[in-house]
């Protein structure tokens, strides 16, 4: 475009004899040529900053995956209740390991509190580290896209810590993952409501 518009000031001393029509048609000329350059720019990057979404590269955006279609959100989606999964079985497994030890009294009771903790600990900085962000964000993004009306249906909605006590606002499955010493306990529920938010897209 630079060299488009270089040669046309430099042969416009050329052009003066017919310098009406001239311009005129090059006004148009360099319009529709920017016009295209632009359009054409726009949708190549933006398919791009799809397909970054798509495939999980590039910088994280406040919604990265407002772009995809809805098959590749649902294909997303499973890949993260996939990941949670993983997580939670292995804490699981780990976390029946210690009881074996406590009960064959291979550890005492402060000894096992302290591997417990540690344990807990590990498996909260593993999900922060890998999945946790993009598994709230997949979640956000089901939400807004499967009907308000199917929420209850597949029992999604607000949790309350005390119902009864209306002083209590309302918490969040978001909020309560979110929570650093609540993470990996609602693990399997965010996993399960993903799975069931993903199945009901259109």
């Not at 933006?46 to 590039?58: A, D, F, H, P, Q």
């Amino acid at each position: 475009m630079d060299a488009f518009l270089k040669y046309i000031t430099d042969n416009l001393a050329l052009m003066k004899p017919a310098k009406g029509p001239i311009c005129a048609l090059m006004v148009v000329m360099i319009v529709a040529c920017t016009t295209f350059w632009n359009w054409y720019f726009g949708e190549v990057k933006s398919e791009n900053s799809r397909l970054k979404s798509v495939i999980g590269i590039g910088s994280p955006a406040v919604s990265p995956y407002i772009e995809l279609t809805d098959g590749e959100l649902r294909t997303k989606a499973l890949r993260v209740v996939k990941a949670l999964r993983g997580i939670y079985s292995h804490h699981q497994n780990q976390m029946s390991e210690l009881d074996k030890k406590k009960k064959k009294r291979e550890v005492t009771e402060i000894g096992f509190n302290d591997l417990l903790n540690k344990e807990r600990q590990r498996a909260i900085e593993e999900l922060r580290n890998t999945v946790q962000v993009e598994a709230l964000m997949v979640f956000d993004q089901l939400k807004t896209r499967v009907p308000a009306t199917a929420h209850m249906q597949l029992g999604i909605g607000g949790l309350e810590l005390n119902p009864a006590d209306k002083r209590d606002a309302p918490i969040s499955l978001h909020r309560m993952f979110s929570m650093t010493d609540m993470s990996i306990v609602m693990t399997p529920l965010l996993a399960n409501n993903i799975e069931e938010l993903a199945k009901a897209l259109p």
